[in-house]
């Protein structure tokens, strides 16, 4: 199994991204699909996610109404569209997928046992 993280780059300030996640020996349709960031001298931290089921979404507070996750099961792919970006987005990004999410640690590290290698994002001022 292995995913791979691609889109990231440099942007300036209120530009936009799309990153994308490609799995392969895995099918996303039946995962919890989430995305994490590490920032500079910070720990990994939550950014989105979407459950398995009915395609529900969360956010961090940090990105909600600027960043939109959603995934094309015919690609077997996941994407994070990045709106409005600020020089605080700037971050490695990590997409991640489980089929066994609950609720309560959707935005839990430890729920997820895929990972991706990342990518990098770095927003200008």
């Known amino acids: 199994v292995q995913l791979q993280a691609s889109g990231g780059g440099l942007v300036q300030a209120g530009g936009s991204l799309r990153l994308s996640c490609e799995a392969s020996?895995?099918?996303?349709?039946?995962?919890?699909i989430a995305w994490f960031r590490q920032a500079p001298g910070k720990e990994r931290a939550f950014v989105a996610a979407?459950?398995?089921?009915?395609?529900?979404?969360d956010y961090a507070d940090a990105v909600r109404g600027r960043f939109t996750i959603s995934r094309d099961n015919a690609k077997n792919t996941v994407y994070l569209q990045m709106n409005s970006l600020r020089p605080d987005d700037t971050a490695v990004y990590y997409c991640?997928?489980?089929?066994?999410?609950?609720?309560?640690?959707?935005?839990?590290?430890?729920?997820?046992?895929?990972w991706g290698q990342g990518t990098l994002v770095t927003v200008s001022s």
């Open positions: 991640a997928a489980s089929p066994s999410v609950i609720r309560s640690t959707l935005k839990s590290q430890s729920a997820y046992g895929y």
């Open positions: 020996g895995r099918t996303f349709s039946r995962d919890t």
């Open positions: 979407m459950f398995r089921s009915y395609g529900t979404t």
